[in-house]
DNA sequence: GCCTTGTGGTGACTAAGTCACCGACAACCC
DNA sequence: GGGTTGTCGGTGACTTAGTCACCACAAGGC
């Protein structure tokens, strides 16, 4: 974990910093420090505990969760301009985290100790709508999750999976075991679905690659029931 | 609905509210409303927007998800002394509920109007922690929910259900249906799982009954993996 | 008595997940 | 180049979970 200088101008290349209150503006820059990571770095693990409120600049981190088996899933992603309620929960709460937090990408974010976070959510109407609006939102998303896990064919997950994976292109790389980590299934599980999809005419596959031949009926998969 | 007067001794008997300022009381106790429902009463339901905030004094409501084939989940309960994130989430973000709620007793609230709430949000520090602190750890919560149905064999889900759901002497009143909606899964799904577990000793079943016989074996199942 | 509703039991089937294994290929080292 | 190693994906055989259709029985209303 480095640390780059203070004095960017990172505060008004976010937006919703931006429109901060003067005080509180500066508030941040003289307390918060600014972390620079690689990608598939762990940013937490289970068991941890946060010690600083976080606040994404630039890149992506997955929160993703490990089952018993080893098996895993995506719960959610954080990118630039959000912040982790996970972390925020746990600081909250003063819990421990229960999933770990892996960057995707170079990550830039800014961290607040608890007081200073304390400080900023007493004193500052802005900051504290900036924070629990995503906080907010985020959870109807998770309740979201539980509805597709647990009621969800995994054709109609995979196909929406791959539509919102693939860029305007419909070219998507990635591995079938990533793809059965997104959707918490088993790498079987996957191969097979794409072995369905290919044979339909739906997809074309070469290893670690995917992609969208016929995106029109692929969305009628995603879009059943 | 019903209303009640507003001068009961509520706020005396919610232990939370009790430790909040003197100010910070008489403002509740001026602008809320005390409000009574039934059991089986919808509080909502998708698609409606919460015009208030909810602080349960006494009952209990169930929070639960229909998905698409009409099967249900139930993502939590609330209880005495805690308020719904659910309403929480969506007052703050401003979105439509997902999920229905439903009491299950007679339930006693405390609605505070969306301004009002602001208002308290914005000027009590210990109204902002009592409405945090549950808020977070009920996301953790939602978090471990996710793992719950996407890794855990339905057998160890029964079992962790079963004992969760018996009071002191083992028993419980309720029906196969009701437990598959505690799951998320169908309800042959239960009938099955409760017969082998019936075949192994561990409970005995009669229409609308369980009782648990054999809480040790019965433990085993539900901490196995 | 009959009829309706709620409850749960069951067989036959499909879908999903598990286990064990194998072959193809890419990356790396020598 | 050849050899080793690790990742990636394919597959058969099996278990578990979920679906569908139907039936039997109990409780309660009429």
């Keep these: 974990m480095s640390e780059a200088g203070n004095n960017l101008d990172w505060i008004s290349r976010f937006e919703e910093l931006g429109a901060l209150p003067a005080a509180d503006r500066s508030f941040i820059e003289s307390h918060a420090r600014v972390v620079q990571l690689g990608p598939e770095k762990k940013v937490f693990a289970p068991g941890m505990k946060p010690d600083a409120f976080l606040l994404l600049l630039d890149g992506k981190v997955r929160v993703q969760q490990v089952g018993a088996g080893g098996r895993e899933i995506i719960l959610y992603r954080v990118s630039g301009g959000e912040s982790c309620i996970m972390t925020t929960a746990c600081l909250l709460s003063d819990e421990e985290y229960l999933a770990e937090g892996i960057t995707e990408t170079d990550v830039t974010a800014v961290a607040l100790v608890r007081s200073d976070f304390d400080h900023l959510i007493a004193h500052s109407p802005a900051f504290r709508r900036l924070v629990f609006n995503k906080y907010a939102s985020r959870i109807t998303r998770l309740m ?43 790498r079987e ?8 999809f290919m044979a339909e005419g739906l997809i074309n596959t070469s290893r670690g690659h995917i992609e969208i031949t016929d995106r029109e009926r692929l969305e009628n998969f995603a879009h059943q029931a």
Tied chains: 1, 2.
């Design 144 to 186: 979201a999750l539980v509805e597709d896990v647990a009621f969800q064919r995994i054709d109609t997950r995979l196909a929406r999976k791959l539509l919102e994976l693939s860029r305007g292109d419909g070219v998507i790389d990635i591995t079938h075991h990533a793809l059965a980590v997104e959707l918490g299934t088993a």
């Design 189 to 196: 599980v996957i191969s097979r679905q794409i072995k369905r």
